[in-house]
């Protein structure tokens, strides 16, 4: 059974960081799309960052540019990494990860909370 399980979440103030880490088991993310999303209440779920394992390209949308930076640890190939910097109290939501390949497979993990006071 494929698992992806987010941690690192918690309560941080504004302009602090956190480092959410995305761990699979029965899976491995070597060659894969790895994505960040995120979903604050009453939004729609929101992409924040994916990256292409196989060659390390990486994409971020605007509002986390710079900020946040996206990971993966090619040694055993089961975590993904994002390292938030400069957190603001937009950034609060749920984060997700997803390994995702179309008509192949979907796969989310349950999230983590990031809560950024102000």
């Known amino acids: 059974e494929v698992q992806l399980v987010e941690s690192g979440g918690g309560l941080v103030q504004a302009g602090g960081s956190l480092r959410l880490s995305c761990t699979a088991s029965?899976?491995?993310?070597?060659?894969?799309?790895i994505g960040w999303f995120r979903q604050a209440p009453g939004k729609e779920r929101e992409g924040v960052s994916c990256?292409?394992?196989?060659?390390?390209?990486?994409?971020y949308s605007d509002s986390v540019k710079g900020r946040f930076t996206i990971s993966s640890d090619n040694a055993q190939n089961t975590t993904v990494y994002l390292q938030m910097n400069s957190l603001k109290p937009e950034d609060t939501a749920v984060y997700y990860c997803?390994?995702?390949?179309?008509?192949?497979?979907?796969?989310w993990g349950q999230g983590t909370q990031v809560t950024v006071s102000s």
């Open positions: 997803n390994a995702n390949r179309l008509y192949a497979y979907n796969y």
């Open positions: 990256i292409s394992t196989g060659d390390g390209t990486t994409y």
């Open positions: 029965g899976f491995t993310f070597d060659d894969k799309f």
